[in-house]
């Protein structure tokens, strides 16, 4: 029914740079309304950091903008998110989720209906 791996997490300093990827079966590929990076930290809710919408439009956390970038591969049917110039604030596990369309009533959910596993990214000072 839909999958999505994530790839890319790891440690970095405080000041470094990761790129986290996505990889979306074809199901959720090509009937997404939203995809976004969502991460958590410890003791924390989960929180938005970047969405990318169906139409192209993105929009960021105010806590990375101008720091992470979303991107999409379509022939990788990829997502990416750059994250440059980390704090160690951006530990977390971070997640990528989907919003994929009713097939049926081409209908787009009110939540996202398709999460990956989570990758760990820490930063450390």
């Known amino acids: 029914q839909g999958q999505l791996t994530e790839s890319g997490g790891g440690a970095v300093q405080a000041g470094g740079s990761l790129k986290l990827s996505c990889e979306a079966s074809m199901i959720i590929f090509y009937n997404y309304c939203e995809m976004g990076w969502y991460r958590q930290a410890p003791g924390k809710e989960r929180d938005l950091v970047s969405v990318l919408t169906s139409t192209g439009t993105t929009r960021y956390a105010d806590s990375v903008k101008g720091r992470f970038t979303v991107s999409l591969d379509n022939a990788k049917k990829t997502m990416y998110l750059q994250m440059n110039s980390l704090k160690t604030e951006d530990t977390a596990v971070y997640y990528c989720?989907?919003?994929?369309?009713?097939?049926?009533?081409?209908?787009?959910?009110?939540?996202?209906?398709?999460w990956g596993q989570g990758t760990q990214v820490t930063v450390s000072s």
């Open positions: 989720a989907a919003a994929r369309r009713n097939t049926f009533t081409n209908q787009c959910p009110e939540e996202n209906n398709h």
